[in-house]
């Protein structure tokens, strides 16, 4: 089989991950023998994880697809406004339990994202491979900026994280994967990513400062690390982030 030479246009925020010259028209490309529509969009530097929608000469395709002479490729990322799930090809499903393995540089990120309520495994010693395994035995979403990381091939739900600073990256990560309705804040221990459970006032005594003890009525314990939490000014700088994400999504 010869090479085929087959077209490329990436959309939107796709091309970020392009050459700049490549960047927001027609690259005409030279395919490998039996290349793959997931090959090649990796090969031009779009992480797969990355792409929603591909169109081969108009027609929805999976990442599976052999390019053939003359196709005309089209490359979609998340669509806003869009409702396109009649035409998704690329995954069989979405995720139903959105659950997260974030890389070793998103420490801050997956602290927000307990906080959130969202289970989210991070360790900062994970090797590449430790997070392709824990993302494809517990159908968990890939965060990381590394887009290698995200090319993996049994990598299938990920999120390239754009934006730098913690609190930023987590608004990016709820906006995109429009998760506003699902935040549970103080739902899980932000140091065991487990569910904290209810403690009898009572419980409470002698095991908390006394001023506390006092002064709160709600005590939440994990059972993991045995420690117990109230509603203190934490809290309260806490609560303050999950509602300026919500005020962010009724503004739009
Ligand atoms: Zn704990």
């Not at 990436?10 to 960047?23: I, Q, S, V």
């Not at 002698?206 to 709160?216: C, K, L, M, N, T």
């Amino acid at each position: 089989m010869p090479p085929v030479t087959a077209t490329f246009r990436f959309y939107e925020e796709l091309n970020d991950f392009l050459a700049p010259p490549l960047r927001r028209r027609e690259i005409s490309c030279v395919c490998a023998r039996a290349a793959t529509t997931k090959h090649m969009i990796e090969a031009l530097g779009v992480p797969h994880t990355e792409v929603e929608l591909i169109l081969v000469n108009g027609e929805s395709v999976g990442f599976d697809r052999v390019l053939e002479e003359g196709d005309r490729v089209a490359v979609y990322p998340k669509f806003e406004a869009l409702d396109i799930t009649p035409m998704l090809r690329v995954r069989p499903a979405p995720l139903r339990v959105i659950r997260f393995v974030a890389d070793a540089h998103l420490g801050g990120l997956a602290h927000l994202l307990r906080l959130a309520g969202f289970d989210t495994l991070y360790d900062n010693h994970y090797a590449d491979e430790e997070i392709e395994a824990l993302a494809a035995a517990e159908g968990r979403i890939v965060l990381s900026r590394d887009r290698e990381l995200l090319k993996r091939r049994t990598i299938t739900h990920g999120c390239y994280v754009r934006a730098l600073k913690p609190q930023e990256q987590l608004r990016e990560i709820v906006g995109r994967l429009d998760l506003i309705r699902s935040l549970r804040p103080f739902r899980l221990c932000l140091t065991c990513n487990v569910p904290l459970r209810s403690l009898e006032r009572s419980e409470a005594l002698g095991r908390v400062p006394d001023g506390v003890f006092e002064r709160q009525t709600r005590f939440v314990t994990c059972d993991v690390c045995k420690r117990i939490f109230w509603e203190g000014s934490h809290w309260s700088r806490m609560r303050a982030l999950v509602d300026s994400l919500a005020r962010d999504r009724n503004a739009q």
